[in-house]
């Protein structure tokens, strides 16, 4: 009886190894198209940078910070080179001032295909090429030849056989948009009507994003009074405070989601509902003259933060909660060689020697630039969190969390000074520093961040400090408790796909341990 039970369990095992040789590729598979499908954060790279990086420097720094995306203004044939075998994706750009002679030729289009794209591809990963920038509303001279230029590079990636591999579109200017809120009201320039109908009819044949310029910034520097700056930053409102649109009563707690909406209505107003949103440029000025008082590095971090955060919490718009716009931001470096005003040279989330104009609170959406240039980082509490939920994120640091807590014990050396939030900083960058920094680690519920300051003081040394000796001492991990209730912190989150593939092997597991003692 009991060989016949092995037998039977040998039988299974088999089985499910059969299975899982079988179905893992195809779990595989999906898991990567998701990938693929999973919206993303780039970045826009200008050039007008004194001492601008070296293209091998570049690149060395885009690995770093974990970017996988750009948009280049023209194609840049350095920058191009280095990036091959990166797997880092590249929009490559027309400027407007080629769009006339590769409007007027195909020979003029097919050349320019082979020379910057398919002379690259797919070494480079080259996605998109865009053609111009806000043709219609910054020079509408131009506005002719826009389309001409735009099939005649498409007929040329169809020969070269990348059209479907690559996209083309062209990015527009918000301004494009008219009456934007309500969302629900809005349409496009109707004076634009001749242009608009043949592009949105070749996006949605050939399946192309629609790619739009959308800057909260300006909306709310142009409507101060109306538009609130919460709203403008993605911060928090009380729902009395949320704009509503009267026609669909769907409430938006963000400009930059309004502006999106107001773009997919406009379409739909010329009856296409099947081209998906790109925003190929959105961002916040960190420095500006005193007509801008509202650019600074608090709101710029502010923006950027939220906006990275919307973006991986996939949480879409009101209108269309299942589909997320991917961004480009703008953009990479301040470009210290733009004209006037001050803020056009403050757009950057680097200086150009590739040190950081600001941190980015970016912790726990994943490796995007959660990276710094200094080699070293640290996890510190976050300001304005209530003593009572900070002490529960302790309790969890220094007990299931294991992190050593020895050092602010009364009398030691990191006790001073005696508060909740000082003794949680050095419980979340002990935790942080032992978990390798790992993605994830620097969170406690929202209430940690990453920065790169060292925050030891004194004779106060944190883990991973370059003042840290090699002489430590352990001792058994303890908090003094203010009663509040543990935390309960999770770092990682398995996808549904996942989940249900642990579930199958879980319950075949099942069945072979009760085939085997029932």
Known sequence: MANSKLTAIFSLLLLLLAADSTLLPEFAEIKQQRKRDEPYVGVNLGTDVSNFLSPTDLVAFLQLQKITHVRLYDANSDILRALART????????????LLGIGSSNATAAAWIRRNVAAYYPQTVITAVAVGDEVLTTIPSSSPVLMPAIESLYSALVTARLHTRIKISTPHAASLVLDPF?????????????????????????????????????????????????????????????????????????????????????????NFTDIVVLVTETGWPSKGDSKEPYATTDNADTYNSNLIKHVFDRSGTPLHPELTSSVYIYELFNE????????????????GNSTPVYLLHVSGTGTFLANDTTNQTYCVAEDDVDSRTLQAALDWACGPGRANCSEIQPGETCYQPNNVKNHASYAFNNYYQKEERAEGSCDFKGVATITTTDPSHGSCIYPGSK????????????????????????????????????????????????????
């Open 182 to 270: 309500p969302p629900s009201q809005a349409f496009f320039n109707q004076s634009l009507t001749p242009v608009l109908s043949p592009l949105l009819q070749f996006l949605s044949r050939t399946q192309s994003p629609l790619m739009m310029n959308l800057y909260p910034y300006y909306v709310f520097m142009q409507n101060k009074g109306v538009v609130p700056l919460d709203n403008s930053l993605f911060k928090p409102l009380a729902p009395s405070k949320e704009m509503v649109d009267p026609n669909t009563l769907l409430h938006y707690t963000s400009v930059f989601d309004a502006m999106i909406d107001a773009v997919y209505f406009s379409m739909k107003n010329l």
């Open 87 to 98: 797997k880092i994706r590249v929009i490559v750009s027309v400027p407007n001032n080629q």
């Open 336 to 351: 210290d060689l733009r004209s006037p005003p001050v803020s056009e040279a403050n757009w950057g989330l680097f200086y």
């Open 467 to 518: 003042q840290v000796s090699n002489n430590t001492t352990e001792r058994v991990n303890s908090t003094v408790s203010s009663g509040a209730y543990s935390l309960r912190y999770t770092s990682t989150q398995t996808s549904a796909l996942d989940n249900g593939l642990c579930v199958f092997l879980g319950f075949t597991l099942s069945l072979l341990f009760c085939s085997f003692i029932c």
